[in-house]
């Protein structure tokens, strides 16, 4: 059962073992002197060969099988490869082990390509067996081939035959896959009618390739002429029209102004890699990363003379003076730049306004930091604390009588008590030390008093007084003097709302 069981795979997977034959046979030609004169430039940056070594290949053509042609073919297109910086890669469809699974394999790179490793990758196909699964040697060559830089030539070895139109569908995707950095080029083994058809159109997926046969690769001349199509481009007679050292074919930048240095693209030097060459560069340290204008300096959007990327306050206005962070000078530091502040000296911490001046809420003059009375009505007499106080109101020494002259004070806040009518009013009255405490606790009540009489006496309702004799338990000065004393003798008003 056994053996029976072999025939029927062999029957199944027909293969043929290539013949062995020297590379020693084929002399290349020497393309690697033709790029040293300048007469062809490297136009590839990668390339992978597609090997069939699918049982078809097995097939006896021209006196040898068409496995054993392919391979020298493939030999000969190594050999003639130059010496140059390249990637390649070599993968194969078939089966590489009789009872193996594997259909496709990549037997070298994708690495950096030498004669000697890419000779080994085919040193590895052995035998030509199995069905021709060119498709999935297509597709797998897209995950080949994605991470790779630059320009790519994908080279097909095969005979073509019975493969149907799996093969184009997949060229076909693998050509969107990598856009315009594709050139597809195959080579036909044999004769199959049906086989050059489907390697033309393949390589018609990439739009720059090209089909050949085999048989006119086996001459050195033949082989050397599909590598220079295929790796290079010729170049005629090499200009450097800027005479910035540089030929034209090669130079990215072919109108640099004569006398200025260049690197090897023949651009010149952009030291600090913000776009602007070091010649035209007013600002030649700029950065990394930072916008700049066409002069290559950083942009300064408000005009204070500090580069955006290091403006802290990017809308300055116009005209202010700023400090190395692009601010404005604020000497008191309360948020307004010192040449719209009119009030410099505002102690740390208290809000002000645009101006930069602290609030006075209730409008009497005294800021709100400073006042002790925050709520005082338009119109009241206040002292230095923000307190509404009776101002120019004075009492002989013991007394608490109001002298005809003072009504007019008196008068001004019963107007205010009619502009506010829901406000009512404590009256306080006060007293500097002199006597006892309980003297000028009474005395400090009959002052508030008199004063709420008068009040009363001018239609003020008397639900809205209330007088209060605080005696000399709150000075607003020093009564060791003459002067502090009067200004304990007074009569304060507490608005309530």
């Not at 856009?179 to 720059?208: H, M, P």
């Not at 013991?398 to 009256?427: A, C, F, H, Q």
Request: proline share 5%; with cysteine.
């Amino acid at each position: 059962m056994f053996f029976l069981a072999i025939m029927i795979l062999l029957s199944g997977c027909a293969f043929q073992r290539a013949q062995k034959t020297s590379s020693m046979d084929f002399a290349p030609v020497d393309l690697g002197a033709r790029m040293k004169a300048g007469e062809l430039v490297k136009n590839v940056d990668t390339f992978l060969v597609i090997f069939d070594a699918s049982s078809s290949m097995g097939e006896w053509y021209d006196g040898e099988s068409k496995l054993s042609r392919a391979l020298r073919i493939a030999q000969a297109l190594n050999r003639t490869i130059p010496d140059m910086a390249l990637d390649g890669g070599l993968r194969m469809f078939g089966r590489r082990a009789l009872l193996s699974l594997e259909t496709t394999s990549l037997l070298y790179g994708m690495t950096s390509y030498t004669e000697e490793g890419f000779s080994n990758g085919l040193e590895m196909i052995q035998n030509a067996r199995g069905y021709s699964p060119m498709e999935l040697a297509i597709t797998a060559a897209l995950q080949d081939l994605q991470p790779t830089d630059g320009k790519i030539a994908l080279i097909m070895i095969s005979d073509g035959k019975d493969m149907g139109s799996a093969p184009l569908h997949a060229a076909n995707h693998l050509s969107a896959g990598l856009g315009d950095r594709l050139c597809i080029y195959t080579i036909q083994v044999g004769d199959n009618a049906d086989g050059k058809s489907l390697l033309e159109a393949i390589s018609k997926a990439s739009g720059c390739g090209a089909s050949v046969n085999g048989d006119q690769l086996l001459s050195p001349e033949g082989m050397a002429g599909f590598v220079e199509r295929a790796f290079f481009q010729k170049v005629a007679a090499r200009v450097d029209s800027d005479g910035d050292g540089v030929f034209d074919d090669a130079d990215r930048c072919p109108n640099t102004p004569a006398g200025v240095q260049v690197d090897g693209n023949g651009c010149p030097f952009d030291s600090d890699g913000d776009g602007v060459y070091d010649y035209l560069d007013k600002c030649p340290n700029t950065p990394k990363g930072v916008r700049v204008d066409g002069n290559g300096c950083p942009f300064d959007s408000d005009g204070d003379g500090v580069y955006d990327y290091l403006d802290k306050c990017p809308d300055t206005p116009k005209g202010l003076e700023v400090n190395a962070s692009g601010c404005p000078f604020d000497a008191d530091g309360d948020g307004v730049s010192d040449s719209l502040d009119k009030c410099p000296d505002t102690p740390k911490g208290v809000r002000v306004d645009a101006q930069g001046c602290p609030f006075d809420t209730d409008g009497d003059g005294v800021y709100d930091y400073q006042d002790t009375c925050p709520n005082t009505p338009k119109g009241a007499t206040v002292n230095d604390r923000g307190c509404w106080i009776l101002k120019g109101l004075s009492f002989d020494t013991g007394k608490w009588d109001i002298k005809p002259y003072e009504y007019s004070i008196l008068d001004n806040v019963e107007r205010i008590l009619r502009e506010n009518p829901t406000m009512k009013l404590e009256i306080q009255g006060h007293t500097d030390n002199r006597g006892s405490a309980r003297f000028n606790q009474k005395l400090s009540g009959k002052r508030a008093q008199a004063v709420m009489e008068y009040l009363e006496k001018k239609g003020i309702a008397s639900d809205r007084l209330n007088a209060v004799g605080y005696g000399f338990s709150k000075p607003v000065a020093t009564n060791t003097t003459a002067a502090g004393r009067a200004m304990n003798r007074r009569v304060e008003l507490k608005p309530i709302y």
